[in-house]
């Protein structure tokens, strides 16, 4: 009896299924084959060496920012100035509110002890550099108000080893409840062997 059930399935195939055998794998052949192995250790092979150089390249530059936190530093909050810096035509014909705050990292052991003022650099005198910058030339992008702020300072004061300056614009044209936009950026001066992570502006 299933000898002759078998003859009737056979019997209901294409011609081309009783030729042999070699052909019947065809009509198996209908899922795909999974990618090879190598391949998928090759792709995660890749992905870990490429996360390992994203750290490594991010390593120097966490690193000077921490030698930074607790060394001394003058400390500016809350500048605030009428500049005409945007992309937005209107932002560079009626101006609006910006906000500035700088840290200027410079040793003040000396100053703290002759109580002179030779031997630190001027809370004023930053203030100027800012006020030049903000209500200088428009600029499309803040980026590029605080590299000024920045690379001026470093300019200006050898004393100072490094600058952290955030521009803030408190009106924008964003459909939210917000305190402000804005950008940080820090700036480590150039040493005598060479370039610092982050090497200032000239």
Do not use: C
Not at 133 to 142: A, D, F, K, R, T
Request: hydrophobic fraction near 40%; charged fraction near 20%; aromatic fraction near 6%.
């Amino acid at each position: 009896m299933l000898t002759t059930l078998w003859g009737r399935q056979i019997a209901h195939l294409p011609k081309w299924a009783n030729s042999g055998v070699a052909a019947a794998p065809s009509i198996l052949a209908v899922r795909q084959k999974p990618p090879p192995q190598s391949s998928l250790v090759h792709s995660a092979s890749f992905s870990f060496k490429h996360s390992q150089l994203a750290r490594a390249a991010a390593g120097p530059l966490i690193m000077a920012e921490r030698e930074l936190i607790g060394n001394d530093k003058l400390v500016l909050r809350g500048l605030q100035f009428h500049g005409f810096h945007g992309v937005k035509q209107e932002e560079k014909t009626l101006g609006q509110k910006f906000v500035v705050d700088v840290d200027a990292w410079m040793d003040l052991s000396t100053a703290g002890e002759t109580d002179s003022i030779s031997d630190t650099v001027s809370y004023t005198d930053i203030y100027r550099i800012v006020k030049d910058v903000v209500e200088g030339p428009s600029q499309n992008l803040l980026e590029s108000v605080a590299h000024r702020i920045a690379s001026a300072t470093l300019l200006e004061f050898q004393q100072i080893s490094a600058v952290r300056v955030e521009v803030k614009k408190p009106h924008v044209a964003v459909q939210g409840i917000l305190d402000y936009l804005g950008v940080e950026i820090v700036r480590y001066r150039k040493d005598k062997a060479g370039s610092s992570p982050g090497a200032p502006l000239h």
